[in-house]
């Protein structure tokens, strides 16, 4: 009976998935290509022409896939600069921001590190057909010889029925414009914007990319905390704080202040545009103003970098269509590796492109090979709205890899509008098996107020935790687990979002954090510059062998110094180690080698006090193979 429902509902969503591969095409304008600054001019332009599809070919979504790796015999670059990506259609003098990306600190990435970003662009896609200059710009001044990003920009195109008729697409404002200098006020570049709408208009939309740079004596624009306002015929219809916690960014961790919350941004972001949809009355004129909350300083240098479009829409297509956005988990994909904070249970979002709310539909998922479930969802979710949905099944498979399979079927009980965007599947990865008997290793460091941790079912149900006030500082803390057979979650929490070590925090201290099987060996080790949290879903199977972390852990600390340097080595194996100090812009200048011969565990200071003022790599290698490499900040 099981196989028969299997190669049923397998029998119905292939057949989808490959209709919507044969719907879908990827256009490439720029294949990892080795991005550099331009110093004497502060940007670098990459304008490449591009064939997208005619205007006769429908479009039912565009995703701009952006990718990033260290380049080839260069290293990954240092600094959090702005780049953006533009098209400008061809005899069109107008170019249009379709993207906006914010550089990581790519200082202590390894040679084969990668990192894929997505952003939604299917607004944009009345102007992107025929032939089209595609212009990637990268800002900055930074060596351009010895560092920069080898950089993919994909676009994925999806062909079919428009949610919408897509009628106008106006820019409104554009500019790099002065935040907080009463002799010339943001308002005065901010000014309501007069628009006559389309004869066929129902609803609009506008689309903000704005971020917040320059630093006053108050941190703004980057470091402070200021909202907006969008008014439609001078009603206020949005309101945000343009304000952004990086703790939790999935590119973790990076070589320079990557945990400072900032202005809408963080480094290493793919910019999320901001989004807020309006009603119009066809043929008739209307207003869009932006209005930045009311500031101003004795010595302003803080920047709104703004672009704003308004779009215009006709006829929504369908009256009943749910589309499957996107699967959190199970995923494979680094952009969703902090958010799976519900164990075994799988995460979707999905979207209303329906002109009635969304009150009800069915989902169907499976893990390849199993049984498929069924969950009949109710809620009420309005047109253009996205929610998330946290599946009600568990999703255990005993291969270390497979399918996880999503279908969204019957929008308020009809029939959907658009089945193609209906369905999708990720990688299911199995987690790590652990003991019945653990230990959870635990060293605080000289803010431990800061901290809690804790283990919980899939289900949110507590059965351990340690919270702040239990902690002292610079302690080590031995918890033993005893867990029935299940699913878990073991969560760490720093309510400061600088972890248990920050290279610019150094009085801080450093800590540490391990799962260790009752021999003492390590099950998994955990990096302690972690930001805000760190999730780690497990399971515990009896009888089934657990695999140890033979990788080893090293931390060194404090990053930036005046001297003295820590290194923490913590192995399951007994190995030839060297620690090797080399200067940053010359690897083969060697000023320190360090050699220990059987080494298991241990830990060393080094001073460094009598080189001069520089930065430095410190690197280990064990077994001749280099295994640790970070960037010392000597005397700065």
């Not at 990668?114 to 662009?121: A, L």
């Not at 479930?373 to 890899?401: M, Q, R």
């Not at 005046?562 to 200048?589: M, R």
Request: contains cysteine; glycine residues 6%.
């Amino acid at each position: 009976m099981t196989k028969k429902v299997l190669f049923l509902l397998s029998g119905f969503l292939w057949p989808l998935q490959n209709v919507q591969a044969q719907n879908t095409e990827n256009i490439i304008s720029h294949n990892q290509e080795t991005i550099v600054t331009d110093p004497s001019k502060g940007e670098n332009s990459y304008k490449r022409w591009t064939t997208f599809p005619s205007k006769d070919k429908e479009i039912r979504q565009i995703w701009l896939n952006l990718t990033f790796e260290c380049p080839d015999n260069m290293r990954c670059a240092d600094w959090d600069y702005v780049d953006h990506i533009k098209v400008r259609p061809k005899n069109d003098t107008i170019s249009y921001e379709i993207a906006r990306m914010l550089t990581p600190y790519g200082g202590r990435f390894q040679e084969d590190w990668r990192f894929d970003w997505k952003v939604d662009i299917t607004d944009f896609s009345p102007i992107l057909r025929d032939s089209l200059e595609v212009d990637y710009i990268h800002t900055g001044y930074e060596d351009n010889k010895s560092r920069g990003w080898k950089v993919t920009v994909d676009f994925e195109i999806t062909y079919g029925t428009p949610v919408a008729e897509q009628l106008a697409l106006h820019k409104i404002y554009d500019g790099n414009y002065s935040y907080g200098d009463k002799s010339n006020p943001i308002e005065n570049h901010l000014q309501p914007i007069s628009l006559k709408a389309h004869t066929k208009s129902t609803f609009g939309k506008v689309k903000i990319h704005q971020t917040g740079h320059g630093m006053d004596a108050n941190g703004c624009g980057e470091f402070c905390d200021k909202y907006r306002e969008i008014l439609n015929n001078g009603n206020v219809i949005d309101r945000k704080q343009l304000w952004m916690e990086c703790g939790d960014n999935p590119l973790y961790p990076q070589a320079g202040t990557w945990i400072f919350d900032r202005a809408n941004w963080c480094p290493g972001y793919l910019l999320q545009p901001d989004e807020v949809e309006f009603k119009l009355n066809a043929g008739k004129e209307y207003t869009i103003d932006l209005n930045m909350e009311p500031y101003e300083t004795e010595k302003p240098s803080a920047k709104e970098l703004l672009v704003a479009y308004v779009l215009e829409y006709g006829e929504i297509n369908a009256e009943n269509d749910v589309s499957l956005v996107d699967i959190i988990s199970p995923s494979n994909e680094k952009i969703h590796s902090r958010k799976n904070e519900t164990g075994a249970l799988a995460v979707i979002r999905i979207k209303n492109n329906g002109k009635d709310n969304l009150k009800s539909f069915v989902v169907k998922y499976y893990l390849e090979g199993q049984k498929p479930k069924k969950y009949n969802w109710n809620g009420n979710v309005p047109f253009g709205e996205t929610a998330l949905l946290t599946l009600p099944e568990e999703i255990v498979g005993d291969k270390e890899s497979a399918r996880f399979f999503v279908e969204l079927k019957r929008p308020n009980g009809k029939r959907d509008g658009f089945i193609a965007d209906n369905t999708k599947s990720s990688v299911y990865t199995r987690p790590n098996i652990l003991p019945e008997s653990s230990i959870i290793y635990f060293k605080t460091n000289n803010k431990p107020g800061q901290n809690s941790y804790s283990v919980s079912n899939s289900f949110g149900k507590e059965v351990f935790k340690r919270d702040s006030l239990e902690l002292k500082p610079n302690t080590v803390y031995l918890d033993t687990l005893t867990l029935q057979e299940g699913n878990y979650t073991f969560k760490v929490t720093d309510k400061g979002g600088d972890g248990l070590e920050f290279w610019f925090k150094a009085k801080d201290g450093n800590g540490s954090v391990k799962l260790l099987d009752t021999l003492g060996q390590a099950i998994k080790h955990f990096n302690s510059d972690f930001g805000s949290h760190i999730i780690y879903n497990f399971r515990v199977k009896p009888g089934v062998g657990y695999h140890l972390d033979n990788e080893p852990s090293i931390n060194m600390f404090p990053a930036r110094t005046q001297g003295p340097v820590t290194l923490d080595y913590f192995a399951n194996h007994e190995k030839d180690v060297q620690v090797i100090i080399t200067q940053q812009e010359d690897e083969s200048k060697i000023v320190e080698t360090h050699t220990y011969l059987g080494f298991k565990k241990g830990i060393f200071t080094y001073d460094l006090s009598y080189l001069p003022k520089m930065r430095y790599y410190l690197k280990v290698v064990v077994d001749g193979q280099e295994v640790f490499k970070n960037r010392i900040r000597l005397k700065e």
